[in-house]
Structures are given as C-alpha cells and as structure tokens.
C-alpha cells in the first residue's frame, strides 16, 4: 500500500484484525513499519490485539520494543493492550510487570489485569487485584464482575461467588446481560442449578449465552428433562436456531441422549 498516511494503514490493520484476518493484521504493520510510518496508539491496541489471537510473543515483543522507542510505551491504552496480549501468551509476570510500572491506571487497565488472571485461571490473583481496588476507591464495572464471576466458575467457588453477587445487586448491575450471563454461568458450573435457574428467570433479557450457560449446568448435573425445556424455550424465542445449535452442539445432544 503505497500511503503514508497513518489513518489508512491504520484502517487496514484494524478492519483486517476486527474480522479474525491477524496475520493479514500484522503484516500490513509490519509493511507499515518497513515504509518507515510512525504507528500511533491505534496502530499498537490494533496489532497487539491481532498478536495476541495469534499467541504470537515474538511479534509482541517487538511491537513492546518499538512503543517505548516511540515515546508511547506510557500509554494507559497501549499499556493495557500489552497486558491482554502478554496474558494471552501466557507470560503473566510480563503481564503483571508492565502493570505494576503504571504511574497511571484506570478502569481498563484493572480489567485488563484482572482478566489476564481470571483467563488463566488466577483465582487468588483476581480476588486480590478487586480487593486492591476496593481499597483504592475505584468502582468496578460490568467487565471487572465478569471476570471474577469466571473465576468463581472455574473453581467452583460458589460462597465468593454469591458473595460477589450480593455486591452485583448493591452496585445496580443486576440487570447487566453480560453480568447476569456470567452469574447463571457461575451458579451452573458449581452445580447450585436452582440458583442459576432462579437468574435465569429473573433475567429481564436473555440471550444465546444465557441458554447456553443454563443448558450446560444441566447437561452436566444430568437433569435431561430441564434441559430440553430452556431448548424449547430458545426456539420458541428465537434465541437459537435448530439446524445451528445441531451442528454446533451435537456433542451435547448426545450427552442428552439424543
């Protein structure tokens, strides 16, 4: 691409990494790169989400380097980039290094962390990065209760669990759909099924996750009859399509015993 215009190479890395295209992502910027055109900070978050969807470290890496170089290795954005894309090649001390060096941290840049841990499974870790937050003032969002929500999912953690949840209701995120579908989930996967299925009702919008996160606590506690109601109730709403959930889901069909 003969431009040196920052927006267009910009445009091409982003929209080829936003459509699953990465390494078609990372070689426009490594094209860019070649032309000599300085990246901006979209130029970083765009190809270092593409490197990490790739599990690329090496690239990261480089990408790491030339931030600093340029003078936006400070960046809370491009810094919380980094931390996703370092979590996601399973270099958590990097991660949390480049974490810890933050003079300045907001929102993202907690979440970012936190996500790091709860996606490879840091249980401890994420409940001491919320508890840190807590002290510090700072005021979790939907995306801070999902990944803890996850945590206590993976391991099983039901009492922290509705303990988070009871701080879900007191911050009004109640009626979340990224929150709920994460409190059905949880509830599920630690076999409390009267629980999932009680948020599950009192969830004001549902969507393919929400049936997907009930279906599976069910499948898994064996309870086949349940399970075939909340499909019923899917395709009633049109929250799931037979022919795709076929194809998709077979192998919990046949746990069901279809």
């Known amino acids: 691409m003969h431009t040196s215009n920052v927006v267009a190479w910009n445009a091409m890395i982003s929209g080829h990494a936003k459509r699953g295209h990465h390494k078609e992502a990372i070689e426009f910027f ?6 000599g055109i300085k990246s901006s900070r979209s130029t970083w978050a ?12 090496d690239y990261g890496l480089l990408v790491h380097g030339e931030a600093i170089k340029q ?9 919380s980039s980094l931390i996703s894309m370092y979590g996601k090649c399973k270099m958590l001390d ?8 933050m003079s300045e941290k ?4 907690w979440n970012a962390m936190m996500g790091v841990y709860a996606q490879n499974s840091y249980f401890n870790h994420v409940m001491e990065l919320f508890l840190d937050m807590t002290r510090l003032t700072i005021e979790p ?6 990944s803890i929500l ?4 993976c391991f099983e953690s039901l009492e922290i669990g509705r303990q988070v949840h009871s701080v879900i209701i007191k911050r009004s995120f109640a009626n979340n759909l990224f929150v709920n579908n994460a409190l059905v989930d949880m509830y599920a ?6 629980e999932a299925r009680k948020q599950f009702e009192l969830m004001k919008t549902r969507d393919n996750i929400s049936l997907n996160a009930i279906i599976v606590g069910y499948v898994q506690e064996e309870e086949e009859t349940d399970a075939f109601k909340i499909v019923g109730y899917g395709l009633q709403k049109r929250l799931i399509q037979w022919e795709l959930w076929l194809a998709k889901d077979s192998p919990r069909l046949l746990q069901l015993g279809v």
Not at 94 to 101: E, L, N, S, T
Request: charged share 20%; with cysteine; aromatic share 8%.
């Open 71 to 79: 003078g936006l290795g400070s960046s809370i954005y491009v810094k």
């Open 189 to 194: 996967k630690a076999g409390a099924l009267k």
């Open 94 to 101: 990097a991660a949390k290094k480049v974490f810890d060096v």
């Open 46 to 57: 765009s190809v270092l989400s593409a490197i990490a969807s790739l599990v690329a470290l």
């Open 106 to 109: 907001n929102m993202v840049t």
């Open 30 to 35: 490594l094209e860019m790169r070649k032309c």
């Open 141 to 146: 969002d939907e995306f801070t209760f999902t």
């Open 150 to 153: 996850s945590s206590c999912a």
